[in-house]
């Protein structure tokens, strides 16, 4: 289970509730104020789709087991008779789902994570307060603005480029925005080495950088993610989820002589993944690209068509399926510092335990099936010919 946490869901094939007003036993809770009947607790479903146009409630002032920004982004999911729901309703409603796919272990870490948060959230003053709200005039270049309020293929197209398939660059961040995230970042790990505050680093790979989540920065992200991000995945990456977005894991890597010099090939836990370069003065440090690969074929071999380096500038994005297999070159001088974030979403995460078709988006898969196609096609012929020929 991601950190930012992911609810499991349940549903029919056709993707609706099932047995909305009752558990099975005839049993249902009615509430008395609205007259609208909610399932017990055997019963609780999410919808397959979300309401797109429903502004979800804010959870940050509860005390809950499980993350605010979960129940946020669960809440869209919601049968449509609990939107319009009080919000104690709606919390109880999801919170025994939740609880059903959490085990207590689970339950425990994402507690401690939580204060480890607030601990550090208490005691960090930040040195640009103005980051921690998103301004898009401030943070986003004109043509990215642009496109985004247009949200169409073709105004996306306008302001990228795909030099592979499946990989978007676009110019994305103001030098401004780049330059005040860098001086926040150097300000919290002044923080950390002046009070010796032991931090969790961003991955397993990555032995220096923060988690921009960690402290303060996760609202920000998670609009990003909801307003700028999943719009753009909405039409380019709809079959891993680009449409479901609904959490994030946001950080910061760094690249140097002194810090990582490399990173070796992966993939990412995301559905979806965006790379900004914030700066500074470096050389080296591509991003090699290597195609698209569902858990059993990640280690198989490229096609030539799937090769890609992709060299990093300051503002300049690059947006990828997290399954699409990459790494980053030597950082040979210099340092290079870029923002990460990972992009996920629990509907796909849960769709894909019961998919067994997956060439729509892994290579691998698609090459295996059309060849499949091809062998049909070649034995059909030869069997009509075999016909044709006993027939004369």
Known sequence: MSQDGAAAMDWKKDGQSTNPTGNGTGNCIRNGSNGVVYPSFASHRLRLNPSVDHKPDNYDDLQLDFSPLLFRSLERYLPPALLSSSRDQKVQYMREILLRYFPEGERTRVQKH???????????????????????ANFFVPSFL???????????RNIMSEPSPGVLTFEM???RFCEMLLAEVENFERWVRETKFRIMRPNTMNRFGAVLDDFGLDTMLEKLM??????????????????????????VVEYGMDRDVDLGFHVDDSEVTLNVCLGKQ?????LFFRGVRCEKHVNTESQPEEIFDYSHSVGRA?????????????????????LLLWCRSSVFREIRKHQKDVSSWCSECQRNKKERQRQAIAATKLELLKRGETAI
């Open 173 to 175: 961040l103001q030098p």
């Open 114 to 136: 939580r204060e480890y948060r607030q601990k550090i959230i208490s005691n960090y003053q930040p040195l640009h307060r103005e980051l921690y709200t998103l301004h898009a």
């Open 318 to 338: 690059v947006l990828h399926r997290g399954r699409h297999r990459h790494g980053a070159r030597a950082t040979t001088s210099g340092q290079r510092i870029n």
């Open 146 to 156: 642009k496109a985004i309020s247009e949200s169409t293929e073709e105004s996306f």
């Open 282 to 286: 470096f050389s080296g440090g591509e």
């Open 226 to 251: 909801e307003d700028f991000i999943r719009p753009i995945s909405r039409v380019f990456f709809t079959e891993v989820g680009g449409s479901t977005l609904d959490s994030h894991h946001g950080f």
